[in-house]
């Protein structure tokens, strides 16, 4: 973003939610990467600190230590600049995030990422319900102040281009607003 380091000011934090499958990883990184922001992975923090309570056999993944993970995440929240990426965001203190985005992707093109993740059977069938039922949606809405969530359409290569420029029209925004 035309060179401004956004490092060392005092910063913003921002969530990308969603189903698995709808992009989050690839806009997150490609974001902190054009203005310098951290990117926090919360399941790539989860695997590396072992931070779970069990297995759920029924999913077939590991059960998050939602209590860890906020206890590991919080100095680096204190710090801003920060991007988060997690399928879910209801454990997450709600002071934490100035803006949440909810990723959504259409069935057709979610499927095929899916299935060429491996997944296959309930799994599969599980997570284009959560996308088609906008579970993740209503649960950031009734876990955040509605007017910081909002949703983004993830389903093309110009869709992730329109998101990034937006975002970072309403990061440049909201340093002018907050420094
Ligand atoms: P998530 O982190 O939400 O699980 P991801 O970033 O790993 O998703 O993306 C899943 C796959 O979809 C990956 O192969 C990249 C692709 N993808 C992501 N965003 C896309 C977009 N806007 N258009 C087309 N493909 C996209």
Avoid at 117 to 123: A, P, T
Wanted: overall charge negative.
């Amino acid at each position: 973003m035309n060179g401004i380091d956004l490092n060392n000011i005092s910063l913003y934090i921002i969530c990308f939610i969603g189903t698995p499958g709808v992009g989050k990883t690839t806009l997150g990184k490609e974001l902190a990467a054009r203005v310098g922001a951290t990117y926090i992975n919360v399941g790539d923090l989860a695997k590396e600190g072992e931070l779970y309570e069990g297995f759920d056999e029924e999913y077939e993944c590991p059960i998050l230590d939602e209590d860890r993970v906020i206890d590991e995440l919080e100095d680096k929240m204190n710090e801003g600049g920060v991007i988060v990426d997690y399928h879910g965001c209801d454990f997450f203190p709600e002071r934490w995030f100035h803006i949440v985005f909810v990723l959504r992707t259409e069935n057709s093109f979610l499927y095929d990422r899916l299935e060429s993740r491996g997944y296959k059977g309930k799994k599969l069938q599980d997570n284009i319900q959560c996308e088609i039922f906008q579970t993740i949606y209503e649960e950031a809405m009734s876990s955040y102040k509605e007017e910081i969530v909002h949703q983004l359409p993830s389903n093309t290569p110009e869709d992730l281009e329109r998101n990034l420029d937006q975002i970072i029209q309403w990061i440049e925004q909201w340093m002018k607003d907050n420094n």
